[in-house]
T-cell receptor, first 113, second 115 residues
Framework: QKEVEQDPGPLSVPEGAIVSLNCTYS??????FMWYRQYSRKGPELLMY????GNKEDGRFTAQVDKSSKYISLFIRDSQPSDSATYLC?????????????FGAGTRLAVHP | EAGVVQSPRYKIIEKKQPVAFWCNPI?????LYWYLQNLGQGPELLIR????????DSQLPKDRFSAERLKGVDSTLKIQPAELGDSAVYLC?????????????FGPGTRLTVL
């Protein structure tokens, strides 16, 4: 079993829809939770960053972390065709062997006009 | 500001041949990472450098993979000999330091195909 599980999709939605992307993780040592966006033939770029449990909002994007259930989510409001990409969740501990990013497999999202 | 630069962008080789990838991190970034990304998977860390020192190479297959960052700036990742299963994208990333609060910036990757 992987430490970070993510449904690979693909997910196809119409423009303007609300998108929900999710990951689960197994290691309680993880304290930092990130969402990266990766366009085709590009490297990942950081979208959202959350420490411990809670919500964080940035424009159309909202990240949620529930450490009690080891569940992390990314919501995209008013989705746009330019949001079409692969979304990777990542977890990280604070020290020792977990002081590195552990990525999920990524979810491919397609937003069609 | 220039981002992380990687070359070549694409490489096709036959199995058992050697191959090398080059990375130039963002200026001033002390920490450099090499990741492996297989098709349909997330990146997996191969090695992390703090300046010239490799501080985490536990996932680097040392029988065929090697890396160096001699002057604490740019870095080279080498595979010798390459195997069919090495076909993947090799990503380089850099950050100011290795702390969890420091954002990692990724390069575009080198896509390796081993025939």
């Amino acid at each position: 079993q992987k430490e970070v599980e993510q449904d690979p999709g693909p997910l196809s939605v119409p423009e303007g829809a609300i998108v929900s992307l999710n990951c689960t993780y197994s290691n309680s040592a993880f304290q930092y939770f990130m969402w990266y966006r990766q366009y085709s033939r590009k490297g990942p770029e950081l979208l959202m960053y959350t420490y411990s449990s809670g919500n964080k909002e940035d424009g159309r994007f909202t990240a949620q972390v529930d450490k009690s259930s080891k569940y992390i989510s990314l919501f995209i409001r008013d989705s746009q065709p330019s949001d079409s990409a692969t979304y990777l969740c990542a977890c990280r501990g604070a020290s020792g062997g977990y002081n590195k990013l552990i990525f999920g497999a990524g979810t491919r999202l397609a937003v069609h006009p | 500001e220039a981002g992380v630069v990687q070359s070549p962008r694409y490489k096709i080789i036959e199995k058992k041949q050697p191959v090398a990838f080059w990375c130039n991190p963002i200026s001033g970034h002390n920490t450099l990472y090499w990741y492996l990304q297989n098709l349909g998977q997330g990146p997996e860390l191969l090695i992390r450098y703090e300046n010239e020192e490799a501080v985490d190479d536990s996932q680097l297959p040392k029988d065929r993979f090697s890396a160096e960052r001699l002057k604490g700036v740019d870095s080279t990742l080498k595979i010798q000999p390459a195997e069919l299963g090495d076909s993947a994208v090799y990503l380089c990333a850099s950050s100011l330091t290795g702390g969890a609060l420091n954002e990692q910036f990724f390069g575009p990757g080198t896509r390796l195909t081993v025939l």
